[in-house]
């Protein structure tokens, strides 16, 4: 029994990083973006990007869910994810990226903005151009200073995914709670809790050792 | 011909009129130091010259090139004026060395760059610039391992690194602990002695006298003083400038 429920919630949680991965891989370079135009001093760029993110935040990210899933077929009067598993996985991962874009464009924008302005006119002297003061001397500063605020961020990502059941896609706590109907047992639920233990920790010890790593300046 | 001409610099933020009509000349080899009360403006002017801000009026001019003139607005696209800079070196207050490198990477960032030079070449300029600051043994030390006056030092050099044909300091020893300045001013004036021409805003009176060759003293942002080091500060003609040195002899 041990076995049969430890290879179903391992198929379970490769769905749970199937979904943890894709949704950093979008958002970790979509919430650049939207940290950029929520910086913007355009004005029509900016507010609107920052509507969002009021919105994104100020939210449940399981309302958000059932939203952006069931939002367009009472809308368009059409299911616009397709049928079956793969639309729901889709629609979820839609939602995750948005959720953890806003989130992430806010830590982005707070290390941004937290690097002395004497940094970008030290580069500008020597006559460096725009982007190599960016990527030169203003990117590894920022990147020091948010890591711990997105290990946190990350590590709350492995345990969201959990949410994505409202929609039924299949994840770990799905498979574990499965086995309450079919075999009447409930241990395997509890079960699941040490997958998520074992993979965040995992994702401490990485993260330590990136900040240790970014530990040679201040 | 004077290596540098600023003529009838004006700068205004908003509704403040900070210059209201700086001008001097400065001859190749000769400094400057520019002196006056907190607000007169001096700050404000260097980072004109730096086209950190864009001055509202007036001409700059280097070795007959005019970098700037309000009467011909051209030539002001963001790739132009960043060669500009290149004209003017400056050290700021608060040194603003970047963090993730080291002292001489400090020196070799921006020679490779902006002007794309070969490494061996920079690396031994820029060594060769450390230990005219007298920092050969802090090379490879991060700016957050060296004092105030070795970070200050390192400033320095990386500004040279650039050969700028004007260095700029702006109180380069205020942020400094008082028994820090002195051997920050020991290397200005020994950049003074082999004739680099530089601009010198500093609340250090004796200084300011003995390593310039002339004197400025500003006032709510115009020229009220200007002539020769020693008469400037030593033998004030205008109230003005008697008034604020007084004020520092006291102090
Ligand atoms: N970006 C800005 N926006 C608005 N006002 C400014 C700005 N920069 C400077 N000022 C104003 O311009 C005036 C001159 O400032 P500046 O920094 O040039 O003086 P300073 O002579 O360098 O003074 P200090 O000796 O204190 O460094 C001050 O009144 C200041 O408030
Ligand atoms: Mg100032």
């Known amino acids: 029994m041990f076995v049969t429920v430890t290879l179903s919630l391992l198929e379970g949680f490769l769905g749970t990083l199937r979904l943890f991965c894709l949704t950093l891989l979008f958002s970790l370079p979509l919430g650049l973006i939207i940290s950029f135009g929520s910086m913007s001093r355009v004005k029509v760029i900016s507010v609107p990007i920052k509507l969002l993110i009021w919105v994104i935040r100020g939210t449940p990210l399981l309302l958000q869910l059932l939203v952006i899933y069931y939002g367009p077929g009472i809308l368009l009067q059409k299911n616009i994810w397709g049928s079956g598993d793969a639309g729901r996985f889709i629609a979820a991962l839609v939602a995750f990226v948005i959720n953890y874009s806003c989130y992430f464009s806010e830590i982005y924008r707070g290390g941004i903005q937290s690097i002395p302005v004497g940094q970008y006119e030290a580069g500008q002297v020597l006559g460096m151009t725009k982007s190599q003061i960016f990527f030169r001397v203003i990117l590894l500063q920022v990147v020091k200073r948010i890591v711990p605020p997105m290990s946190n961020e990350i590590i709350t990502l492995v345990k969201d995914t959990s949410l994505a059941r409202v929609i039924a896609v299949y994840e770990i706590i799905w498979n574990g709670q499965s086995f309450i109907k079919s075999e009447g047992i409930i241990w395997p639920l509890f079960y699941t809790g040490v997958f998520y233990l074992l993979f965040s920790g995992l994702l401490t010890i990485l993260f330590h050792y990136i900040e240790k790593r970014l530990d040679y300046f201040r | ?251």
């Open chain 2, 1 to 251: 011909m004077a290596l540098l001409e600023v003529e009838n610099i004006c700068k205004r933020f908003e509704k403040t009129e900070v210059l209201k009509g700086i001008s001097f000349t400065l001859n190749e080899g000769e400094s400057v130091s520019i002196i006056g009360s907190s607000g007169s403006g001096k700050t404000t002017l260097l980072r004109c010259l730096n086209f950190l801000e864009m001055p509202d009026e007036g001409l700059i001019r280097v070795r007959g090139e005019t970098l700037f003139d309000s009467s011909a607005p051209a030539g002001n696209t963001e790739e132009e004026i960043r060669r500009k800079r290149l004209h003017f070196g400056l050290v700021f207050q608060s040194f603003n060395l970047f963090p993730q490198y080291t002292a001489l990477e400090n020196v070799m960032l921006s020679p490779r760059l902006v002007n794309g030079v070969p490494e061996e070449e920079n690396r031994k300029n820029a060594e060769a610039l450390l230990s005219q600051m007298g920092l050969t043994d802090r090379k490879d030390n991060y700016p957050h391992q060296l004092s105030g006056g070795q970070q200050q030092r390192v400033a320095i050099a990386r500004a040279l690194a650039l050969k700028p044909d004007v260095l700029c300091f702006d109180e380069p020893t205020s942020a400094l602990d008082p028994e820090l300045t002195g051997e920050v001013l020991r290397v200005i004036r020994k950049l003074s002695e082999e004739k680099t021409t530089m601009i010198i805003v500093t609340h250090e009176m004796a200084f300011a006298r003995d390593v310039a060759d002339q004197a400025i003293f500003m006032d709510e942002g115009v020229v009220v003083e200007q002539g020769s080091a020693v008469e400037v500060i030593d033998h004030p003609k205008e109230e003005r400038t008697k008034q604020f040195l007084s004020r520092y002899a006291e102090a």
